[in-house]
T-cell receptor
Framework: AQSVTQLDSHVSVSEGTPVLLRCNYS??????LFWYVQHPNKGLQLLLK??????LVKGINGFEAEFKKSETSFHLTKPSAHMSDAAEYFC??????????FGSGTQLTVLP | DSGVTQTPKHLITATGQRVTLRCSPR?????VYWYQQSLDQGLQFLIQ???????AKGNILERFSAQQFPDLHSELNLSSLELGDSALYFC??????????????FGPGTRLTVL
């Protein structure tokens, strides 16, 4: 079985400050982990993915995430938020199952 | 632009009706996945097809069915529609059928409203 928990449903930051979106996962097998972003009225876009190579994964638009097996976490970070980062972010796990299991999402608000 | 296309973008219909949602995967992708996104259930996997054959089933209702055609496009059929079926329906595609570690590319979605 696999599951993912996004610890914050809403995160608000000021433009230019760091972003931290938290994700914990549960998996019976060695998982693959993803972060997707969904802008309003748009589809889902892949930010980055972890597939058992380097534990620090760099994605698009300055985002990165670190896989920590001991903590079963895969938190998403960005050093400096931009207004265009305002969107909903989904942490996703894929283990033995063929399908993706999505977290409940974190809505990121960026304040000017 | 992910390369996955979905039609129509919006669909408004009445309870009890039947609708068909269409998806064309990225060029070269053989796997198609369908997801439902609703306010109360979040994003849920419905069903996967690979090269015309069903490969995995998720939380898909019996009133819903899907198929993948020889040209690899897929259709999701929703029948006896209920108010609770109102949602955003996404299609995704990937190269391989395994899922794990394989990147899925999502289409823009079809927003279904059942009145």
């Amino acid at each position: 079985a696999q599951s993912v928990t996004q610890l914050d449903s809403h995160v608000s930051v000021s433009e230019g400050t760091p972003v931290l979106l938290r994700c914990n996962y549960s998996s019976s097998y060695s998982p693959s982990l993803f972060w997707y972003v969904q802008h309003p009225n748009k589809g889902l876009q892949l930010l980055l993915k972890y597939t058992s190579a380097a534990t620090l994964v760099k994605g698009i638009n300055g985002f990165e995430a670190e896989f920590k097996k001991s903590e079963t976490s895969f938190h998403l970070t960005k050093p400096s938020a931009h207004m265009s980062d305002a969107a909903e972010y989904f942490c996703v796990v894929s283990a033995s199952a063929r399908q993706l299991t999505f977290g409940s999402g974190t809505q990121l608000t960026v304040l000017p | 632009d992910s390369g996955v296309t979905q039609t129509p973008k919006h669909l408004i219909t009445a309870t009890g009706q039947r609708v068909t949602l269409r998806c064309s995967p990225r060029s070269g992708d053989l796997s198609v996945y369908w997801y439902q996104q609703s306010l109360d259930q979040g994003l849920q996997f419905l069903i996967q097809y690979y090269n015309g054959e069903e490969r995995a089933k998720g939380n898909i209702l019996e009133r819903f069915s899907a198929q993948q055609f020889p040209d690899l496009h897929s259709e999701l059929n929703l029948s006896s529609l209920e108010l609770g079926d109102s949602a955003l329906y996404f299609c995704a595609s990937s190269v391989t059928p395994t899922g794990k570690g394989d990147t899925q590319y999502f289409g823009p979605g079809t927003r279904l409203t059942v009145l």
